[in-house]
C-alpha cells in the first residue's frame, strides 16, 4: 500500500506484470475512488466551459451522441496545464467532469474563481459521496453485465467515450489503458457490493501498478509526471486537445499558447538494450540535442522497457537515441506513441 | 508474513548469506526485498574477479517499480554470478532463496559474525513495516 494524494493504495495485488496482461487479455479492475468527480449545473455552463478549457466543449453537442466525453486540459493563464480531466454532456446545461486526486482541491478553488470572475450561472458539486470502479479489458464489458444485470439493457448501446446514468451506477465507456470498458460511478455505500459481484465475475482487481504500465503503453499522459503547472501543453503532447478552431473562444492561457510556440515534442522510446529500465528524469541525447523523459517503466506486452520522452522538436520517429541509464548510454529507438492499443502492439 | 529461513545470515540491507563448505559465501535478496520490490525484470551482475569492501553495491535489480543496488555483504572477492538468473529474473520473485546472485570468497570468514541472524532480521523488518 502507498500514500496516493491522502488515499491508501494498493500498488499491486499480486504480480503487477499478471495483472497488466489481465486487462490486456481479460478484464481487470481499479479502484479509482481516489478520483474526484464534479457536477455542473446552470444556464451558463456551456459557455463557462468554453472559457475555462483548452478543448472546446461545443463538439459534445455537435457530436450527436448523448453523454459524450471531451478530453480537456485546464489551463493557468500563463499556458501551464492545472489539470487535465473528463468532461462528459449529461444534458444541456449540466455536465460531470472528472479530475485527478492530487489536483482537486487546487481544481475547486480555481474552477469557483473561475465562476465568480465570469459571473457565470453555475454551481459546482464535489461529488466526494461517489465511488468509482473503473472496468478494463477485452471482456470487461460482457463480465460488467454478468456482474450488474441491472444496467446492461441501458448501457449496451453505449458509444465509446461516451456515458449514461440508467439508475444508481453513471456508466461511462472509458478509461487509461487503451482496452475497452468502463468506468462507474455509484455511491460510495455500494462500493463493497459491486467490487465484490465484479470479482464474482471472474474480474481481477488491479493495483496503481498496473495502471501505470497500461496507460503508458496506451500513451497517455500521467498529470504531475508528463505535465504540471509549469508545462504547456503544446510541449507535452497534448496538443490535439487544444481547440483553436474558433478565433472567438477566448479560454484561460490561449493567449499565452498564442504568444509561447512549442518548443518540445513527446515521442515514445523503446529500449534496444535489454540492460536495463527506462524511468522518470533521465537525459536523452539525440542528434538535434537533449532532452527528458517523463514517464518510464517496463512494458510487460512489449517485454522491453519503454518511455515518453520530451525531445527538441526536430527529432523524428525511427532515429535512435541514447538514454543515460545508470550512468551508462543505453540505445533507444524513437517512436510515435501509443505504444499499444486494443491488446496489439503498434511500434 | 515473508519467509526468514532460520539457517541463512542477513544484512539491514536485505541480502540472504549462506556459508558454503567450500568456505564460499552464496548472496541473494529475501523474500520481504522480493516483495517490496514487486515483479523483477531485470538484473546486473558482478564479474568474477571483482574485489570488493563490504558494503560496496555489486549488484542491480530493477523491477516494475524502481532499480535497487545490491550490497556485498562482506569484504572479499566474486567468484560466480548466476547468469542463468540474467535470462529470467522473475526467479527472484518465485523463490528468492533459490535465485542466488552471487559467489563471493570473504577476505576474513568471521567477519560473518557481524551479519544478522533470522531473529536479528525479522526484527529489523517488522520494526520498518511498523514505521
Known amino acids: 500500500m502507498v500514500d496516493f494524494a491522502g488515499w491508501q493504495m494498493p500498488v499491486n495485488y499480486g504480480s503487477q506484470i499478471q495483472e497488466h496482461h489481465t486487462v490486456r487479455r481479460d478484464a481487470g479492475m481499479f479502484d479509482i475512488s481516489h478520483m474526484l468527480a464534479l457536477d455542473l449545473d446552470g444556464s451558463d455552463a456551456t459557455s463557462w466551459l468554453k472559457k475555462l478549457l483548452a478543448n472546446d466543449v461545443t463538439r459534445l453537442a455537435a457530436s450527436g451522441v448523448a453523454g459524450k466525453a471531451l478530453y480537456s486540459c485546464m489551463l493557468g493563464h500563463e499556458g501551464g496545464v492545472i489539470d487535465d480531466l473528463i468532461v462528459y454532456q449529461l444534458d444541456s446545461d449540466h455536465y460531470r467532469i472528472v ?52 444496467i446492461e439493457a441501458a448501457a449496451a448501446a453505449l458509444a465509446p467515450f461516451s456515458a449514461m446514468q440508467p439508475g444508481d451506477i ?10 475497452d470498458g468502463f468506468e462507474l460511478a455509484f455511491p460510495a455505500r455500494q ?24 496507460r503508458l503503453e496506451a500513451g497517455m499522459a500521467l498529470y504531475g509526471q508528463d505535465m504540471d503547472d509549469s ?30 510556440p512549442p518548443t518540445r515534442q513527446v515521442l515514445g522510446l523503446v529500449l534496444l538494450e535489454d540492460k536495463g529500465v527506462l524511468r522518470a528524469h533521465m537525459k536523452v541525447v539525440t542528434a538535434a540535442g537533449t532532452g527528458e523523459i517523463t514517464s518510464g517503466g517496463f512494458s510487460p506486452t512489449l517485454e522491453k522497457s519503454i518511455a515518453l520522452a520530451r525531445l ?18 543505453l540505445a533507444a529507438r524513437t517512436v510515435k506513441p501509443p505504444f499499444v492499443r486494443g491488446g496489439k502492439i503498434l511500434v | 508474513m515473508s519467509h526468514v529461513p532460520a539457517e541463512l545470515k542477513y544484512t539491514a540491507s536485505h541480502e540472504w548469506v549462506r556459508l558454503e563448505a567450500d568456505g564460499l559465501v552464496t548472496v541473494g535478496i529475501t523474500d520481504h526485498a522480493q516483495e517490496t520490490l ?19 553495491a555489486v549488484a542491480v535489480i530493477e523491477s516494475v517499480k524502481a532499480a535497487s543496488d545490491i550490497y556485498a555483504p562482506l569484504a572479499g572477492e566474486i567468484v560466480d554470478s ?16 533459490a535465485a542466488w546472485l552471487f559467489k563471493l570468497r570473504p577476505a576474513d570468514s568471521s567477519a560473518l559474525a557481524t551479519l544478522l541472524d533470522a531473529t536479528a532480521y525479522q526484527n529489523s523488518i517488522a520494526d520498518s513495516s511498523a514505521e
Open chain 1, 231 to 260: 508545462v504547456s501543453p503544446l510541449d507535452a503532447g497534448l496538443a490535439w486537445t487544444v481547440d483553436l478552431r474558433n478565433p472567438a473562444r477566448a479560454f484561460t492561457g490561449r493567449s499565452a499558447l498564442e504568444a509561447h
Open chain 1, 99 to 150: 479530475v485527478n486526486a492530487g489536483t482537486a482541491d487546487k481544481d475547486i478553488a480555481w474552477m469557483r474563481r473561475h465562476i465568480a470572475h465570469n459571473t457565470a450561472n453555475v454551481s459546482l458539486s464535489p461529488r466526494r459521496d461517489l465511488a468509482m470502479i473503473a472496468v478494463q479489458g477485452p471482456r470487461a464489458r460482457e463480465k460488467t453485465w454478468q456482474a450488474l444485470p441491472e
Open chain 1, 170 to 179: 453513471f456508466v461511462a465507456r472509458t478509461g487509461y489503458t487503451g482496452e
Open chain 2, 38 to 56: 514487486g515483479d523483477i525484470v531485470f538484473l546486473e551482475l558482478p564479474a568474477s574477479g571483482r574485489v570488493v569492501e563490504a558494503g560496496a
Open chain 2, 82 to 97: 548466476n547468469q542463468a538468473l540474467v535470462d529470467a529474473p522473475e526467479g527472484v520473485n518465485r523463490d528468492a532463496y
Open chain 1, 312 to 329: 527538441p522538436l526536430a527529432c523524428t520517429a525511427g532515429e535512435t537515441v541514447e538514454v543515460e541509464v545508470r550512468g551508462k548510454h
Open chain 1, 191 to 214: 462500493a463493497a457490493t459491486i467490487w465484490h459481484a465484479l470479482l464474482g465475475a471472474g474480474v481481477a482487481p488491479c493495483g496503481l501498478g498496473a495502471r501505470d504500465t497500461l
